[in-house]
């Protein structure tokens, strides 16, 4: 697929390893940014050939809108800013952690429902984004969201990253992407097995 015009919404690791490995693949990424003046956002933008700008603008200039912000912070950032989702793709990769919801899809579609939306980059450790290899294998990511052309988008995305898509379906079977952000979570720390952990989904 030819570049895909990307906003990545959020500075934090997942955001910043996203973008990274975005832009290595070729896509135009532009991060949105309550603050584009951040410079270490500004001096990893250089690096990358990315571009930092407000959200909205941001949003208006990109076809898929990857929201890595905190989880908590979106019940503020969707209501502000969702208008300007329609139309588009968009990818949740926020977890809520403690909330009853660990995905802001219902909430997405609320402000923005003509945005084909997906569940994605939320149930692995930013560690699987910037290198997905295990020995001679690379991992998997497990997603959910419609087909079509959209999906083609949210795919490359994701090979973007060297990651292999896995559909597990549409939106009614988020629970299934969001219930491997509770295992990732339990065998990486409870089990201390720790934070290079990654799925693989095997076939004969």
């Known amino acids: 697929m030819s570049s895909i015009k990307t906003a990545v919404i959020g500075s934090g690791v997942i955001g910043r390893t996203l973008a990274t490995r975005f832009a290595q693949a070729g896509h135009t990424v532009s991060f949105g940014a309550r603050d584009p003046r951040k410079q270490e956002l500004v001096d990893l933008a250089d ?34 800013h969702g ?56 991992g998997d990511l497990l997603y959910s969201g419609p087909t079509g052309s959209s999906q083609q988008a949210v795919e490359a995305l994701v090979d973007a990253t060297g990651l292999r898509p896995v559909r597990v379906g549409d939106n009614d079977k988020i629970k299934i992407v969001d219930d491997f952000v509770a295992l990732w979570f339990t065998l990486a720390f409870e089990r201390g097995m720790g934070r290079n952990l990654g799925f693989k989904i095997l076939t004969r």
């Not at 050939?49 to 950032?77: E, F, L, N, P, Y």
């Not at 300007?84 to 997405?108: E, F």
């Open 47 to 80: 690096r990358i050939g990315a571009r930092v700008t407000g959200i909205d603008d941001a949003i208006d200039s990109s076809d898929v809108i990857v929201w890595a912000i905190d989880g908590a912070a979106m019940a503020d950032a969707i209501p502000a």
């Open 83 to 138: 208008s300007r989702l329609d139309g588009k793709t968009v990818i949740d990769a926020t977890n809520n952690i403690g909330a009853t919801s660990l995905n802001s899809l219902d909430l997405i579609a609320r402000y923005a429902p003509n945005a084909h939306l997906y569940r994605a980059f939320n149930s692995l450790g930013w560690e699987n984004f910037a290198d997905p290899r295990f020995g001679d294998t690379t």
